[in-house]
């Protein structure tokens, strides 16, 4: 796939975010991963992870400091642009139920397509592609979310994420419901797609045993006390 | 997408959403046809006398003039001396007179003494005559037209002998069982009180009566139908007449000539304002039931915005979905409005035919039973009106859940709380 060179995929600088000022806060020096550089961010429930995935979204914005996605300066753009900038540009799976269960499994990945205002019948048809390359075959396709396994929805979810080919992709804690066979196909599948999407990952979790797929690592604990992370 | 994510996640809550939408469809049924049926009331109320210029009876209010002599309610308290009609009848400035005499009834409905000159002259609706199904106005004094609904419930032909009762109760005791009278005539229905009366001639009631005194059969004195005609059947007194004048601009020089009329205590009325005064009356109770009928629908409204807030709970999921694949808060608020929006849609849709189906049915029963003639059209310009307000008032409640979804994706952001 083709990469984008020229800027970091994220690019963190004197990131210093507060819910009161003078209270706690999440703080991060610096931060720069390169396109197709995967972070797994390590960090018990309540240290923070919800906050920064919040603000590598573009859901908040930092208090001070500053966020670059791919050469956009986030921190500065408008809520509305952000939210237009997440459609095409950054992935997220949650923890579980990432799906909307009343949608099929096709026009779940297809959301995403509507808010990227990406070409329909391209979509259309990278998304039948991420979903057979992810195991999940054209009988799957129409069939309600909510008739999947715990394993297929993840799996579902990384197509959505994937759709749009975004610089980033955020997972929150992807594998907690799933068992130790899954766990490692899960790992397998979304590393290998984002590769080949040229996207950027961020992985979240508590689960030090996932550590080995990454090359970076962050401690959520060290960002508390506002130390250097990488 | 906006429009498909509303339809498939109301689809995908369709239990609640199936009852707030019943709620909704019966309360703007109700809203609708009470409307209806108030204009249409309206109408045949105002309409059942027209072309009249004034009704003159003894002297009482004018309001219970008028519900005795058009709307057969109620008794007269004195009666008008023929002399006295006959009198004002030859006043220069009257073309026509109608005597109206009542107070003997058959099998509850009432019986109207008059003349020919009453399906002559009498018009109803917009000067609408009285026109026959069958048969031909009454010319012997045992003849009688009857009225479509008397007809029609009492399933009478032409030719049909018919015994008239004292008083005006559904079951007599006394009856004037010795003087029959026969169908000649029926009248085609109007959707006034005169499909509800039985007509004769002013001498034929005179003829029923002429051997009771004080309201009772003189003990000893028959006189049978034969020989009373050979006697004098002039009426003695009529209950009350009704008046057309070659000018309507002598209308109120008429009405106060009558009204101080030496000889005896007269009232003279004009129709259409006393019928406006007691439609103001009416109109009291029916704005009431206007206004419930509104706080129904302001009910069922809040109700589906209550339902709509409930279930604001189990959808944060969605919510969080659609704000990680690039929704905005405002097409949050967007969705849950224009989920609004279709549910009202829908619900007016379906309550318009409920109301046709319901009009439909009941439109027969309604004619037959209160000679209440209501059209199948009940919607106007009026009802988009109606229909633009509710949906306004649907979109400004729907705010309320909008809203809620709009400052939780600002709040929550992607987080789901389990």
Redo the contacts between chains.
């Keep these: 796939m083709t990469t984008k060179p020229k800027f970091p995929a994220i690019e963190l600088k004197d990131l210093k975010f507060w819910y009161q000022p003078g209270g706690w806060q999440l703080a991060i020096p610096k931060l720069s991963l390169s396109s197709g550089q995967h972070l797994f961010v390590r960090g018990a429930s309540g240290s923070g992870k ?1 906050t920064l ?2 603000l590598l ?1 573009g ?2 914005v930092p208090n001070a400091g500053e966020i670059w996605l791919n050469g956009m300066a986030l921190h500065q753009l408008s ?2 642009r952000r ?2 900038l ?3 540009e950054i992935g ?1 799976v ?2 579980q ?7 099929s499994v096709l026009d779940n990945v297809l ?2 397509a ?3 205002r990406a070409p329909a019948a391209a979509m259309q048809q990278r998304a039948r592609e991420l979903l057979t390359a992810l195991g999940l075959g054209d009988n799957y396709w129409q069939q309600k979310a909510s008739q999947l396994s715990v394993g297929q929805q993840q799996r579902v979810a990384i197509a ?1 994420a994937l759709l749009t080919q975004p610089t980033l992709l955020i997972a ?1 804690e992807p594998t907690s419901a799933l068992d130790a066979d899954n766990r490692d196909a899960f790992m397998q599948v979304l590393l290998s797609e984002a590769d080949k999407s040229g996207t950027t990952v961020i992985f979240v979790s508590h689960d030090s045993q996932l550590q080995r797929y990454f090359h970076y690592q962050l401690a959520m604990t060290a960002l508390e006390q506002g130390v250097v992370a990488c | 997408m906006l429009i498909k994510l509303a339809r498939l996640s109301l689809w995908n809550r369709r239990g609640t959403v199936l009852l707030t939408l019943l709620s909704l469809t019966i309360s703007l049924v109700l809203l609708l046809g009470i409307d209806h049926i108030r204009k249409e009331a309206r109408s045949s109320f105002t309409n059942t006398v027209s072309g009249t210029d004034l009704i003159v009876g003894a002297r009482s209010g004018q309001l219970n003039l008028l519900l005795y002599s058009v709307f057969r309610i109620g008794n007269a308290t004195a009666n008008v001396s023929w002399a006295t009609y006959e009198r004002i009848s030859r006043h220069p400035q009257i073309a026509w007179t109608i005597p109206l005499s009542l107070g003997d009834s058959h099998r509850g409905y009432r019986v109207l003494g008059t003349n020919q000159g009453y399906f002559e002259h009498f018009r109803y609706a917009s000067s609408q005559q009285l026109q026959f199904a069958e048969g031909v106005p009454f010319a012997g004094v045992y003849d009688a037209v009857l009225g479509a609904e008397v007809a029609k419930r009492l399933g009478y032909v032409l030719g049909q002998e018919i015994v008239l009762a004292h008083g005006i109760g559904a079951v007599s005791f006394s009856e004037h069982k010795d003087k029959p009278f026969t169908v000649v005539g029926i009248l085609a229905p109007t959707g006034t009180p005169v499909d509800q009366t039985v007509h004769v001639s002013l001498e034929g009631i005179e003829a029923i009566h002429i051997d009771w005194q004080q309201g009772a059969p003189m003990p000893g004195r028959q006189v049978s139908a034969e020989q009373a005609l050979e006697m004098d059947l002039t009426p003695k007194a009529i209950t009350a007449f009704m008046v057309g004048l070659n000018s309507r601009m002598a209308t109120f020089v008429v009405q106060r000539q009558i009204n101080e009329f030496r000889g005896e205590p007269l009232t003279a009325i004009l129709p259409g304002v006393a019928l406006a005064e007691l439609w103001q009356m009416l109109g009291m109770v029916e704005n009431m039931l206007l206004l419930i009928t509104l706080l129904v629908l302001v009910a069922a409204l809040v109700g589906m915005m209550t339902t709509l807030l409930a279930s604001m709970r189990e959808r944060q999921r969605e919510m969080a979905i659609l704000r990680a694949v690039g929704a905005s808060p405002w097409y949050l608020f967007w969705l849950i409005q224009l989920e609004v929006l279709l549910l009202t849609s829908v619900a007016m849709l379906s309550s318009a035919v409920l109301l046709l189906a319901a009009l439909w049915g009941v439109q027969d029963y309604l004619a037959a039973n209160y000679g209440l003639f209501i059209s199948l059209s009940p919607f106007s310009l009026q009802s988009l009106y109606w229909a633009g307000g509710i949906l306004a008032a649907a979109a400004l409640l729907a705010c309320v859940p909008a809203l809620v979804a709009y400052r939780r994706a600002l709040t929550d952001g992607l987080s789901i709380r389990l």
Aim: proline share 3%.
């Design positions: 919800t995935l919040n979204c859901i908040t809520a509305s939210d237009k997440r459609a095409s997220v949650f923890q139920l990432n799906l909307i269960p009343y949608l959301l995403r509507a808010f990227a959505r929150d």
